[in-house]
């Protein structure tokens, strides 16, 4: 049986290291973004690497009108049907008190928009009983914190809708891995200069299929992140709110 | 955007600047200098004081067509990934340098050669199109004239090297088979290198060797052949800046020796991987780090035919000096050559790598010196210590391409370090 990966936000770089690595496999990629000239593109390099098809489709994580075509068009190829979803967007915590308004767009982006398309999803992969998906949130979702905490809640929010998903999907066979990144060399984060213990988005993609193959729900990129969270998660409110890290 | 310390390949000339890495292709503008992979040694990729653009994210497969080896990309594509994917396919890059890690368009700014010069010619020869970024995006092919041959080997300086198209050559598989002979003295190494009638040919040299052993080494041979795709194998790291002394005479002179009797002396035949054949030093990440903290410097000429005894000479002077390092190479070379600031030339091209100390930079001076007498060249993406009156004098076409570049980027927004410092764009 072959695979279909469905590829949401496949402009970002973790995307595009992601669709190269199961292209490599020879899986159907379906290329799902806003910008369609360079989804053409990285269809393109997917074929030439080895991939049983690619189709770049359009996907507005705003505008719910396009999720069925996606959809349709993965149960088209006649594959095992998997999803990851990159999806997100971080305006500066100084840009959202200036515009709250910024907030909704935030929300929408990283957590009802991509919520929604997989529930839409859902009931396909139940039926499939089978595939696998892979939902990237952040550590920034693990506590909230002064620099970030709008984005923040947005992959606190998206951890946990994953984590009610794996409940559901789980014990129909489809297995839901969320990830949490660190800081990661990519363009988000390229104004930001040095970050702690960054890593790059080949090494995020190896992460990955490493935890798929083993099955894992929660996987901490670095992993030094997961030590490193649950150390701030315990740290008592009355301290933290007095911290800035 | 906060300003980071850089280097080339040679990392003994540094910048301080900004580097960005645009994403996405509407993001390039020709308002800043790109760089690839900074295989280069000097400062071809440096511009101190202002911003450079790292390519290497824009690195995709545009097109590619099966049948007849027609290949579109991205210009931060390596020629590395490009050998991977393609021959097991059955096709390879034309020309393929020293080292995986060179970009498409670092390829193309710097009209690289390989192993197979002789016969193919240089990089550029097998590139039919090339998307410039200069105020608009612009396509040129070999009958753009002018703009082409000052865009081919040009340093970048006519505008971004977004894209290209290439006409990859036939492989038999993606496994080389080599055969390996030994070279006892300078005139063997050259009759060696003139009697190979192989597609590629490279001859190493040990830079230490006196006497009668002078120009001893090993020449190899290499075809493509089909074998079993080998696993993928992991490749090391060098942790630190190793210490002044790793790289010091007595052991450069103890490694190559071990290192030519490492070939029996009735020669063999052996099956090594593409990567392994063409990129040999890829699979030690950051090899140059054996330098230690100061750098080192690649000398590389070329000598016209007629001038090899000029080249043995040079070869003498190295010897003695001790300073060489085990990376040294002899090679013969054809004609091909793209452009008007293209290196290659009919010859011999010698290259040796030296630690960045003052008396190296004296012996890099007579070895330069040398080079000018034979009629000779040196290599751009290797300098960093010539002068400007030299460069020009060796590529008689600098004004011609100069010219072209005034054109192409009239307001010097592509200027590199190298370019001010061999004050290459002054028409």
Known sequence: ???????????????????RSVAETGAHVILAGRRMDDLDATAADASARGAAGATPVMFDARDPATFQQIVD????????????????????????????????????????????????????????????????GSVAGDRGRVGNYVYGAAKAGFATYLSGLRNALGRHGVHVLTVKPGPVDTAMTAGLGKQPFMTTADAVVADIHKA???????????????????????????IFKKMSI | MSETEYTGWGRALRAKGILTRPDTPSALKADAPATGNRRSYGDAPLNSGGTAMDMTRLDRIIAFDRETGVLTVEAGITLGELARLLAPQGWLPAVMPGTGFATVGGAIA???????????????????????????????TPKSGALWKATCGGLGQTGIIAQATLQLTRA????????????????????????????????????????????????????????LRPSARGTKKIPMDAPH?????????????????????????????????????????????????????????????????????????????????PLAVLKRMGEGREGYMSFPME?????????????????IAKLEAATVAAGGRLYLAKDALSSGDAIKAMYPDTPKWARTVAKADPDGHLQTDMTRRLDLRTI
């Not at chain 1, 072959?2 to 669709?19: P, R, Y």
Request: with cysteine; net charge positive; proline share 5%.
């Open chain 2, 172 to 227: 038999r598989g993606d496994m080389m088979l080599v055969s390996e002979r030994r070279a006892t003295d300078w005139d063997h190494h050259i009759a060696l290198l003139d009697a190979s009638d192989a597609p590629y040919t490279v001859g190493w040299i040990d830079a230490t060797a006196t006497g009668d052993a002078l120009g001893r080494g090993i020449v190899e041979e290499g075809e493509t052949c089909r074998g």
């Open chain 2, 245 to 325: 002394w790793a790289l010091s005479g007595p052991i450069v002179k103890a490694f190559n020796a071990a290192y030519y009797r490492r070939v029996p002396k009735s020669g063999r035949t052996v099956v090594r991987t593409i990567q392994d054949f063409f990129f040999p030093l890829d699979k030690i990440h950051d090899w140059n780090r054996l330098y230690g903290k100061r750098g080192f410097h690649q000398f590389q000429c070329v000598v016209p035919l007629d001038q090899s005894g000029a080249l043995r000479d040079m070869m003498k002077m190295i010897a003695r000096s001790g300073l060489a390092s």
């Open chain 2, 110 to 140: 710097m009209d690289v050669h390989g192993k197979n010069h002789h016969i193919a010619g240089s990089f550029c020869r097998h590139v039919t199109a090339i998307t410039l970024i200069q105020d608009k995006p612009r396509k040129i």
């Open chain 1, 73 to 136: 068009t993965a149960v088209a190829t006649g594959g095992t049907v998997s999803c990851a979803v990159f999806v997100g967007s971080m305006p500066a915590q100084d840009a959202i008190d200036a515009d709250p308004s910024l907030i909704d767009g935030t929300i929408t982006d990283s957590l009802t928009g991509p919520a929604r398309f997989l529930q839409m999803l859902a009931p396909l992969m139940e039926a499939q009983g089978d595939g696998a998906i892979v939902g990237v």
């Open chain 2, 347 to 363: 010859g011999y091209t010698l290259a040796v790598d030296f630690p960045n100390r003052p008396q190296a930079r004296r012996l």
């Open chain 1, 1 to 19: 049986m072959n695979d279909t990966w469905i590829i949401l936000g496949a402009s970002s770089t973790i995307a595009k290291a992601f669709t």
């Open chain 1, 212 to 238: 798929l193959a083993k099955k894992r729900n929660v996987l901490y990129t670095k992993l030094i992140w997961w030590p490193v969270m649950t150390i701030i998660k315990l740290i008592p409110e009355p």
